[in-house]
């Protein structure tokens, strides 16, 4: 059963096409990674699953469903920066997901519930390392500490898809080995396909059980923006994944 | 030698600089006033010292004849009366208009061009319109301070509103939340401190509106006291009022910001 599909799908910004005949099937729980050079439109298809953009031509379906033209609960995402609230503690981003879900109104969980959603997010918080953090602010935080937080925070909500945007671009590179490995352990203890865009080959190589190049294939020199990418190679990292499974199980 | 940009002041220091134009201008106000006494003992532009406490006395502590009232506490209260009421007021009305206006797309077409007009209307030309239409009662005072602070507290709240990163926004959409519970978990809590920082700035025009009002149409308060023996020439009267109306804007202005610091820590 294939969780995303995209069949012919363009993008285009008036006459500037980013992206052109997409044509896609992932199935569940798997990982996707992304590479492609810079403006090559990784992260338009990233905003086209989360619902920032419409797809200007052809479909893009999760569960066979049109992707809704908003952000949603189904579709977790990451991005570079910015993505932790600076008025909550880590805690308090934690919890934001659960509360929200729960509590339509007040956006606030009381009592016995609240202390159910505490206990979660301590779990959570205690994989990603940042159980002596938790009274904190995001300002305090260094910056994988925040980007591991808000993996944890789409994490908590259990969404059907997690994108992130080329998440540990910004990260000292002593970091992303971590990173890895923690990304690599949630993925396989949750119900979830990730995409994710990255700049790094070999990251996508080691992450993905799905590799998906972007790259244009047609150039005019007359027209630059005349012709967008499209997906070069799609490549299944089998044996990969089970060498990864095996590594963090 | 290092350059003058990259030489700071120890504590110590710091503060002996920042004394330094207030006791200058202490020094030139003593000088001219004795200059002045000297040649004539009932010169009224530059009262000596002793001449202001007197009066400050006269003022603060005894009943005034006429009415038997204490004349500079009533004063006091009734300005600072008018004034929390006014800056409460434009604080909500602003809040609500800028968070309108700001996270609501529909609202924004319909109301950012009108709010924007609104601003541009010198508030103290209107003023004659709100004592015709209001009275000379308090009302019309305290309305006048929130005709002039409300569409500038809702422009910056709307505009700090749109600053928000939009990733901010998609990620707490990706986490469930519904418009209101975008506003009411992820926006306004994030507002808080920039409406203190707002209403403070605009603590020196609610002053101006507010003495304005009070010179015109009044029967009490700090502003109609300095504006009604102004007819006396007596200076005596309106420095220490002057001084007095400063260190009340200094002291709401200290107050709003420990109140930043303390309730807002998240924000430093």
Redesign the interface.
Known sequence: MACVTAKGLWKSYGEHVVLENINLEIGEHEFVTIVGASGCGKSTLLRLL?G?EKPSRGALLIDGQPVPP????N???V?Q???P?????VLGNML??L???SS??L?RLFGERRRAAIRKADQLLEIVGLTSARAK???QLSGGMQQRL?IA??VI?E?RLLLLDEPFGALDPGLTADMHKLILELWSANRMAVFMTTHDLQEAFHLGTRLIVLDKVRHDPQAPDAYGSRVTYDLRLHRATELRVALTA | MTRVVNRIPGRGAGIALGLVPFVATALLYLVGSQVRSAANPDDKLLPTPARLAETLRTYAAHEDVRSGQVLFWVDTAASLERLTLALVISAALGLLIGLAVGTVPVLRAALAPFVAALAMIPPLAILPILFIVLGLGELAKVALIVIGLTPVIARDISLRAGELPAEQLVKAQTLGASSWQLVSRVILPQMWPRLIDVVRLQLGAAWLFLIAAEAIASTDGLGYRIFLVRRYLAMDVILPYVAWITLLALVIDWLLRQLRARAFAWAR
């Open positions: 989360v920032m908003e952000p949603g609960a579709r977790g995402i991005f920066q910015y993505s609230f600076p008025h909550l503690t934001l997901g509360e929200l879900r339509r109104f956006g602010y995001p300002a808000s925070q789409s909500c969404p």
